[in-house]
C-alpha cells in the first residue's frame, strides 16, 4: 500500500518536472523565433497614437485661413458668387481647389485663426450658418506664434482694431489677453496624414490643403517656423497673404521678445530689411527642389465689410424671385 502511494506520487512529480523543461523549451523557442517583442509592442502602441483622430479627418480639401478677422475669405470661398470684386480671392481658390462651378462645399473644411475677442459672436454666427447646410467651419478663438502659450493683444480704436505692439497704440490701448497656438505644431497635428474621402465634387489637382496668412507683423516669427519645420513645404500646398512692409512703416522697429522660448529677442529694423527677410526665405522655397508650396503674396481686401445673406437666406431669396 505505502509502496502504490510512493509509485503515484513520483508518477506526478515525474510529470510536473516533464511540463516544466517543456514550459522552458517553449520560451526559448519563442525567443529565438520572435525577437524583441517588447519593441514590436512598443511601435504598434505608437502607431496606434498615429492614428488618433485629428480635426481634419474626413476633409477632401483644407482652407487655413490665418488671421480671419470676420471671416471674408470663408465667404469668398462658400458662396463666391456674393462677392463679384473679390477677384484676387476667388482667383486663388479657383487655381488651387478648383472650378467654383464644381466645387462642392462639403468637400471643403475650413479652420479660421483669429484672435481679436470682438469678433467672436460674429465667426461662431458663421458657424452656425455653415453648420445648417452640413458645411464644415471651425472657427479657432485665438492667434498664432511659433510657440504655444498666450499673448496680449491691444485694442487701439481706430479701423485697424487690433495689434500685439503696444507701441503701435494710438487712439487707445486695452490689453486683450488670447491663447496662442505653434501653428506648424498644429497643422502637424489636425491636419498632415488626415482622412482623405471620397469627393463629391471634380477637382483637377486632386485633395489640397491651403493657406490665407494676415496676421498683422506675426508673420515675421510664424513664416520661417513653418519654413524650418518642414510644415509649409510637406503640408500646404499653396499660401496667398502680405509681409507687412512699407505701407506699414510706422510699425518698425519691431522686436519679438523671448524669440522662440529662447530668451533671445528678435528685431526688425526696419521695412527695408523686412524686405530682405521675405526675400531670403522665398528664396530658400524656390531653390528647394523637394518644396512645391505657391506663394501668392496678395491679400484680397475688396470687403472689408459684410452685409451679405448667409447661405439659406440667399436660397429663400432666389425661391421668392
Not at 291 to 309: A, K, V
Request: charged share 25%; proline share 6%; aromatic share 12%.
Amino acid at each position: 500500500m505505502h509502496r502504490q502511494c510512493r509509485l503515484r506520487r513520483g508518477v506526478v512529480c515525474y510529470v510536473i518536472s516533464l511540463l516544466y523543461c517543456l514550459g522552458v523549451l517553449f520560451q526559448k523557442y519563442l525567443s529565438s523565433s520572435f525577437p524583441d517583442t517588447s519593441t514590436k509592442l512598443r511601435s504598434i502602441s505608437a502607431t496606434l497614437h498615429s492614428q488618433e483622430s485629428k480635426l481634419a479627418d474626413g476633409c477632401y480639401h483644407v482652407f487655413l485661413d490665418v488671421g480671419s478677422n470676420i471671416g471674408m475669405h470663408v465667404r469668398f470661398l462658400f458662396q463666391p458668387t456674393l462677392y463679384p470684386d473679390a477677384k484676387v480671392a476667388r482667383h486663388f481658390f479657383r487655381t488651387h481647389i478648383g472650378p467654383e462651378e464644381s466645387r462642392i462645399n462639403s468637400d471643403i473644411c475650413v479652420f479660421s485663426f483669429e484672435p481679436n475677442p470682438s469678433h467672436l459672436e460674429r465667426h461662431e454666427e458663421m458657424r452656425r450658418a455653415y453648420d445648417s447646410m452640413g458645411w464644415r467651419y471651425h472657427p479657432i478663438h485665438g492667434g498664432v506664434s511659433d510657440k504655444d502659450g498666450n499673448l496680449t493683444f491691444y485694442h487701439i480704436g481706430d479701423e485697424t482694431g487690433f495689434t500685439m505692439l503696444n507701441s503701435s497704440c494710438r487712439k487707445r490701448c486695452d490689453p486683450e489677453y488670447v491663447p496662442i497656438y505653434h501653428l506648424s505644431s498644429w497643422i502637424e497635428r489636425e491636419v498632415r496624414g488626415r482622412e482623405i474621402p471620397e469627393p463629391s465634387g471634380q477637382y483637377p489637382y486632386g485633395p489640397r490643403v491651403v493657406m490665407k496668412m494676415d496676421i498683422e507683423m506675426m508673420e515675421w516669427i510664424v513664416f520661417p517656423d513653418l519654413l524650418y519645420s518642414g510644415a509649409l513645404c510637406k503640408d500646404i500646398h499653396a499660401v496667398m497673404g502680405e509681409f507687412h512692409l512699407r505701407s506699414h512703416w510706422f510699425f518698425y522697429p519691431i522686436t519679438f521678445d523671448d524669440y522662440k522660448g529662447t530668451g533671445k529677442n528678435f528685431t526688425v529694423q526696419s521695412w527695408e530689411e523686412g524686405v530682405k527677410l521675405r526675400d531670403e526665405w522665398i528664396g530658400i522655397m524656390e531653390k528647394n527642389p523637394n518644396c512645391t508650396t505657391q506663394l501668392s503674396m496678395q491679400d484680397d481686401e475688396s470687403h472689408r465689410n459684410d452685409g451679405m445673406p448667409w447661405p439659406r437666406q440667399q436660397m429663400n431669396m432666389s425661391l421668392e424671385i
